[in-house]
């Protein structure tokens, strides 16, 4: 198995958490999200089951 997410873990709160967090990161400190923040810190392990 190659870490892949499990399309049942989706829902569509999770779906739109990366939208929402840039959102407001950029608008909290008028500054630009590094690529990759976001989705590599929060979102996939929240969705991969791999939180600390």
Avoid: Q, Y
Wanted: glycine share 4%; net charge neutral.
């Amino acid at each position: 198995m190659r870490n892949e997410i499990d399309p049942a873990k989706i829902t569509d709160r999770i779906a739109r958490l990366p939208t929402d967090l840039l959102r407001h990161k950029m608008l909290m400190t008028l500054h630009p999200v590094p690529d990759g923040v976001i989705v590599e810190t929060i979102v996939l392990p929240l969705v991969r089951g791999d939180l600390p």
